[in-house]
C-alpha cells in the first residue's frame, strides 16, 4: 500500500500527528535555547535574587512545553483534548505509579553508585543557614509537583502519542511497532533535554543521560500500555520526590 491509497480521514490523521510532533521539536529546540541565554545572563548577573533565579530557570523550560501542549489541542475542545493527550486517570494509575517511581529511584541510585561511588541520595551541606525558606518552598513545589505534570503532559501525553500516531500506518509500523518506537524515541528526547539544560560533570552526565532514558522507557511503556498519562504522572511525583526529601539540606 502506498501513500496515495491511503483514505482521507488516515491523511488527516497523519497530518495532525506531523503538526504535533512539530509543535513539540520546536518546543525542545527553544527550552535549549531559552536555557543556555537565560543561564548565561543569571550567571553573569550576581544581584539577581536566588528566589527570582529559580522561578525563572524553570519558567524557561515550562512555558515552551505548554505552549506545544496548546498549540496541538486548539480547537479540540476540553473533551478532544484530554482524549489526545492520554489525560485520564483510573485508581491502579497511583498503585503503577509509586511501584514504578520507586523502581526508578532504586534503578537511579544504582547507577550513581556504579559510575560516582554513591547514591546521590545524601543530604545537602548547608553553608551560611542555607537556602531561604521561599527558594525551598518553590524548589519543592517545581521538582515534586510542577515538573511532573508539565514534563508528563508534554513527552508521554503529546510526543510519545503523536509520534506514535505518526508512524502508526499502512506504509510504516503497526500499531505495536509504532508504539514501542515512540516510547524509545520519547524516552532518549526527554534524556537529551535534560541533559542539555542541566550543568553537569562528565560522570553526572552520563549518570543523568542513563538514569533519565531508564525512567523514560518505564514511564513510557506505562503510558503505552495504559493508554493514560496519569500513572506516569504519579511515577515522576515519586521519582522526584524522593529525590527531594534524601537530598533535603541539613
Same mark, same amino acid.
Given at each position: 500500500?502506498?501513500?496515495?491509497?491511503?483514505?482521507?480521514?488516515?491523511?488527516?490523521?497523519?497530518?495532525?500527528?506531523?503538526?504535533?510532533?512539530?509543535?513539540?521539536?520546536?518546543?525542545?529546540?527553544? +527550552?535549549?535555547?531559552?536555557?543556555?541565554?537565560?543561564?548565561?545572563?543569571?550567571?553573569?548577573?550576581?544581584?539577581?535574587?536566588?528566589?527570582?533565579?529559580?522561578?525563572?530557570?524553570?519558567?524557561?523550560?515550562?512555558?515552551?512545553?505548554?505552549?506545544?501542549?496548546?498549540?496541538?489541542?486548539?480547537?479540540?475542545?476540553?473533551?478532544?483534548?484530554?482524549?489526545?493527550?492520554?489525560?485520564?486517570?483510573?485508581?491502579?494509575?497511583?498503585?503503577?505509579?509509586?511501584?514504578?517511581?520507586?523502581?526508578?529511584?532504586?534503578?537511579?541510585?544504582?547507577?550513581?553508585?556504579?559510575?560516582?561511588?554513591?547514591?546521590?541520595?545524601?543530604?545537602?551541606?548547608?553553608?551560611?543557614?542555607?537556602?531561604?525558606?521561599?527558594?525551598?518552598?518553590?524548589?519543592?513545589?517545581?521538582?515534586?509537583?510542577?515538573?511532573?505534570?508539565?514534563?508528563?503532559?508534554?513527552?508521554?501525553?503529546?510526543?510519545?502519542?503523536?509520534?506514535?500516531?505518526?508512524?502508526?500506518?499502512?506504509?510504516?509500523?503497526?500499531?505495536?511497532?509504532?508504539?514501542?518506537?515512540?516510547?524509545?524515541?520519547?524516552?532518549?528526547?526527554?534524556?537529551?533535554?535534560?541533559?542539555?539544560?542541566?550543568?553537569?560533570?562528565?560522570?553526572?552526565?552520563?549518570?543523568?543521560?542513563?538514569?533519565?532514558?531508564?525512567?523514560?522507557?518505564?514511564?513510557?511503556?506505562?503510558?503505552?500500555?495504559?493508554?493514560?498519562?496519569?500513572?506516569?504522572?504519579?511515577?515522576? +511525583?515519586?521519582?522526584?520526590?524522593?529525590?527531594?526529601?534524601?537530598?533535603?539540606?541539613?
Amino acid at each position: 500500500m502506498t501513500r496515495r491509497d491511503l483514505d482521507p480521514a488516515e491523511h488527516v490523521r497523519e497530518r495532525s500527528a506531523a503538526w504535533d510532533v512539530l509543535y513539540a521539536a520546536l518546543a525542545l529546540a527553544a +527550552v535549549v535555547i531559552a536555557s543556555s541565554v537565560v543561564g548565561d545572563l543569571l550567571l553573569r548577573s550576581p544581584g539577581v535574587p536566588p528566589l527570582v533565579s529559580v522561578v525563572v530557570s524553570y519558567l524557561v523550560i515550562w512555558v515552551p512545553l505548554l505552549a506545544a501542549v496548546v498549540f496541538a489541542t486548539v480547537g479540540l475542545g476540553r473533551a478532544g483534548a484530554l482524549r489526545r493527550l492520554g489525560l485520564r486517570l483510573r485508581p491502579l494509575d497511583l498503585l503503577w505509579g509509586v511501584g514504578i517511581g520507586l523502581i526508578a529511584r532504586v534503578l537511579d541510585a544504582l547507577v550513581n553508585l556504579g559510575v560516582v561511588g554513591s547514591t546521590g541520595l545524601e543530604p545537602v551541606p548547608t553553608i551560611d543557614g542555607g537556602p531561604a525558606v521561599g527558594v525551598l518552598v518553590v524548589t519543592v513545589l517545581a521538582r515534586v509537583l510542577l515538573a511532573p505534570v508539565v514534563e508528563e503532559v508534554f513527552f508521554r501525553g503529546l510526543l510519545q502519542r503523536s509520534t506514535a500516531r505518526l508512524l502508526s500506518t499502512p506504509t510504516r509500523l503497526d500499531a505495536r511497532g509504532a508504539a514501542v518506537m515512540a516510547v524509545i524515541t520519547t524516552s532518549l528526547v526527554f534524556a537529551l533535554m535534560h541533559a542539555l539544560v542541566g550543568s553537569f560533570s562528565p560522570a553526572g552526565l552520563l549518570v543523568t543521560l542513563v538514569s533519565t532514558t531508564v525512567f523514560g522507557l518505564l514511564v513510557g511503556t506505562l503510558a503505552a500500555v495504559t493508554g493514560r498519562v496519569g500513572g506516569t504522572v504519579f511515577a515522576h +511525583v515519586v521519582f522526584n520526590g524522593l529525590a527531594v526529601w534524601a537530598t533535603w539540606p541539613v
